[in-house]
């Protein structure tokens, strides 16, 4: 049991703080939990960033991703960049670039500043790791 809980704090303290917007944070908490039968994995990826979360004032989270955002990020696996907008999953459009907050790459990305790196695991089992580089 020590060794697991040892594997969580080195886990956790891995990953970079991120904020939210109380609003924000309460509705993204109510779709992972209502998703949680439907995808599973995102669904608690999600709840667990959403946990870690600071919660901020508006005036706060100037260069934050956020829902609604515009984020440039790089994919640090093949250093390609990739310009996205993160939105709700009835808004997802691949063609328009408008990616899920229900994908890995959406959840990993929530609350996230410029300059911050994660690391998160795919549904295929690797890690993978980001960056973002812009936020509008």
């Known amino acids: ?10 886990e956790q303290s891995a990953l970079p703080p ?7 944070s ?17 669904a608690q ?3 667990r960033e959403l946990e870690r979360a600071t919660i901020a004032q508006e005036s706060d989270l100037s260069g934050v ?17 990739r310009e996205i ?10 063609e328009l670039n408008q990616i899920s907050i229900l994908t890995p790459v959406g959840a990993a ?7 911050q790196r994660i690391e998160f695991e795919t549904p295929d089992k690797r890690t993978r790791g980001l960056t973002v580089l812009a936020v509008s």
């Open 18 to 24: 991120i904020k939210i917007a109380d609003e924000e």
């Open 26 to 42: 309460r509705r993204l908490n109510s779709l992972a939990n209502s998703t949680m039968d439907l995808f599973p994995r995102v």
């Open 85 to 94: 907008v993160l939105v709700y999953p009835h808004e997802a459009n691949i």
């Open 45 to 47: 990826f999600l709840a």
């Open 1 to 10: 049991m020590q060794k697991f809980e040892a594997e969580i704090r080195r």
């Open 65 to 81: 991703v956020r829902m609604g955002s515009r984020v440039i990020y790089r994919d640090d696996g093949t250093g390609s960049s």
């Open 109 to 115: 990305l929530i609350g996230l500043s410029v300059g």
